[in-house]
C-alpha cells in the first residue's frame, strides 16, 4: 500500500486526472495541497467545484484557501 503524508500539485490542468487516480487506486494521502487551473476549460470553475466535492465525499477537508481561489489544502484526518 501507498502512504503519503503530504503531496503538492501545482500541475497546469492535470490536478483534475490526478485526483481521479488517487482517489481511484485508493492511494492513502494525508494532505494535498492543489493549485486548481480552472482557467484553462471553458467550464473550469464547474470542473474545479466536482473536484473538490469528490474529495470531501473521499473524507477531505478543506483547512486553506489562497486569496486567488486558486490553491486550496485538504486534510484527511482518518487517513
Same mark, same amino acid.
Given at each position: ?5 503530504? &503531496?503538492?500539485?501545482?500541475? =497546469?490542468? *492535470? =490536478?483534475?486526472?490526478?485526483? =481521479? !487516480?488517487?482517489?481511484? =487506486?485508493? %492511494? *492513502?494521502?494525508? @494532505?494535498?495541497? %492543489?493549485? &486548481?487551473? $480552472? /482557467? #484553462? &476549460?471553458? !467550464? $473550469?470553475?464547474?470542473?474545479? /467545484? @466536482? ?6 465525499? !473521499? $473524507?477531505?477537508?478543506? #483547512? $486553506? %484557501? *489562497?486569496d486567488s481561489l486558486e490553491e486550496i489544502s485538504f486534510i484527511k484526518l482518518n487517513s
Amino acid at each position: 500500500d501507498i502512504s503519503i503524508l503530504m &503531496f503538492k500539485m501545482d500541475i =497546469e490542468s *492535470s =490536478e483534475y486526472d490526478v485526483i =481521479e !487516480n488517487i482517489l481511484d =487506486e485508493k %492511494i *492513502s494521502v494525508t @494532505q494535498i495541497l %492543489i493549485e &486548481f487551473h $480552472g /482557467r #484553462f &476549460f471553458k !467550464n $473550469g470553475t464547474a470542473k474545479t /467545484r @466536482q473536484a473538490i466535492d469528490k474529495l470531501k465525499k !473521499n $473524507g477531505y477537508k478543506i #483547512f $486553506g %484557501i *489562497s486569496d486567488s481561489l486558486e490553491e486550496i489544502s485538504f486534510i484527511k484526518l482518518n487517513s
